[in-house]
C-alpha cells in the first residue's frame, strides 16, 4: 500500500481516544467549602486509583491548517504539527499535503481524483514542538473563486454547472504507515485537517 493510498483510507472520521491522567492529589480530594451555619458538614470519599494503575504520560501530534485564496487559483497553506502531549515522539514521521477534487454533484469519491503535493519528514518531535509546513498549488481549471455564503443566508444558492471543489488537507502519519499506539498519539482525531474551497472552472466553449 503506498503512502498516498494509507492517508486516503485514514480521511474517514476517526475515533476518538480519550485517556484519563489521575494527578498524584486525586488521592486526597476532599470537600473544602465551609458549610451554611447550622448545617451538617459532609466530607466527599476520597478517589483513589484501582490497584495497578499507573498514569499515561503519552505524545499527541496534532495538526492545524489555513488556506489563503489568491489570484489566478493560487492557494497558499500553511500547516503546523505539534506535539501537545506529555512526552515525546520519538519515531520517525511523514507530513503532507493532499488533495481532492469534486464536481458537484459528484462527490470527491465518484470523481476520484487525488494528488500528493507537499511532504516533509521528521525524525519525531519533542514535547511542545512546533513544525510549520508551507505549500502553495494553482488550481489548474480555475476561472474564479466562488464568494464564500453570507451568514444571513441560510443555504448556499445553488450549483451550476461551472462549480467545483478542491479539498487540502495536511497529515501527519508514522513514516511505516503503521497507526499510531495510545502512547505516541493521545487523541487519533486530530492528526489530520482539511480545508474546503469552492470556485468555477471555465465555461464550455459554445458551438460555431
Known amino acids: 500500500m503506498t503512502t498516498l493510498q494509507a492517508l486516503q483510507r485514514s480521511i474517514a472520521p476517526l475515533a476518538t481516544l480519550?485517556?484519563?491522567?489521575?494527578?498524584?492529589?486525586?488521592?486526597?480530594?476532599?470537600?473544602?467549602?465551609?458549610?451554611?451555619?447550622?448545617?451538617?458538614?459532609?466530607?466527599?470519599?476520597?478517589?483513589?486509583?484501582?490497584?495497578?494503575?499507573s498514569p499515561v504520560k503519552c505524545a499527541n501530534p496534532s495538526v492545524t491548517l489555513t488556506a489563503t485564496k489568491e489570484r489566478m487559483g493560487i492557494v497558499r497553506l500553511r500547516g503546523t504539527v505539534t506535539n501537545d502531549g506529555l512526552s515525546a515522539l520519538d519515531v520517525p514521521l511523514q507530513?503532507?499535503?493532499?488533495?481532492?477534487?469534486?464536481?458537484?454533484?459528484?462527490?470527491?469519491?465518484?470523481?476520484?481524483?487525488?494528488?500528493?503535493?507537499?511532504?516533509?519528514?521528521?525524525?519525531?518531535?519533542?514535547?511542545?514542538?512546533?513544525?510549520t509546513v508551507d505549500c502553495s498549488y494553482q488550481i489548474p481549471d480555475f476561472a474564479e473563486w466562488i464568494p464564500d455564503r453570507p451568514a444571513h443566508l441560510p443555504t448556499r444558492p445553488p450549483a451550476q454547472p461551472t462549480d467545483a471543489k478542491r479539498l487540502f488537507t495536511l497529515a501527519v502519519v508514522r513514516t511505516d504507515m503503521a497507526p499510531f499506539t495510545p502512547v505516541q498519539d493521545c487523541n487519533p482525531a486530530d492528526t489530520q485537517a482539511s480545508v474546503e474551497l469552492s470556485y468555477r472552472t471555465p465555461a464550455p466553449a459554445k458551438p460555431d
Open 95 to 131: 507530513v503532507m499535503y493532499v488533495m481532492n477534487v469534486s464536481y458537484p454533484p459528484k462527490t470527491y469519491n465518484q470523481v476520484g481524483i487525488s494528488e500528493q503535493l507537499c511532504t516533509r519528514s521528521l525524525d519525531g518531535l519533542a514535547i511542545g514542538h512546533v513544525v
Open 18 to 53: 480519550s485517556i484519563i491522567v489521575l494527578g498524584p492529589g486525586l488521592g486526597a480530594l476532599q470537600a473544602e467549602t465551609a458549610p451554611a451555619a447550622g448545617m451538617p458538614v459532609q466530607m466527599v470519599q476520597p478517589v483513589r486509583p484501582a490497584p495497578g494503575f
